[in-house]
């Protein structure tokens, strides 16, 4: 009984977020959301850097993005943490999408400490929250300085 209640729990969280998804990326066009975005991946690290895994005799190479979205959503404090995990095996590419709603004491780019405030993310939900950063970047890209994005290499 009390997993239900709590799959319960989750499901109306994703259906809040994707709600907030589609009315943040309207506002985030329109240039009225202020952001603060912060990128933690090792997409851009050299190879040896990166960890490796052998499946099925062949050399995966993984990488990690964090991404760390935070602002002000009709006067409420609105933070978002995702998590993408690319397994790329030559051309072929293989992705693990996780969504995370911590309170604000946590910003911490770490899977187990953010693993209680996990939102079950279907395609759908994916799909918005790569719409939002589409256009956060996009907007950025033309200027935006209602738009304050920091990256870094995680190691």
Known sequence: MIHNIHSAHKLKTSDKLLQQLQELTKETVAGKVNWEILCSTTEYNDENEKQTKE?????????ECFVSYFTRYFGNDFLMITYEQIENVGEEKQS???VFMPPLGIRYF???ALAPYAVEADQVLTYHIHQLWLNILERKKNGGEEIALEVEARK
Request: glycine letters at 6%.
């Open 55 to 63: 499946i099925d005799g062949k050399t995966v190479t993984i990488d």
């Open 96 to 98: 693990l999408n996780l």
């Open 110 to 112: 770490d899977i187990n």
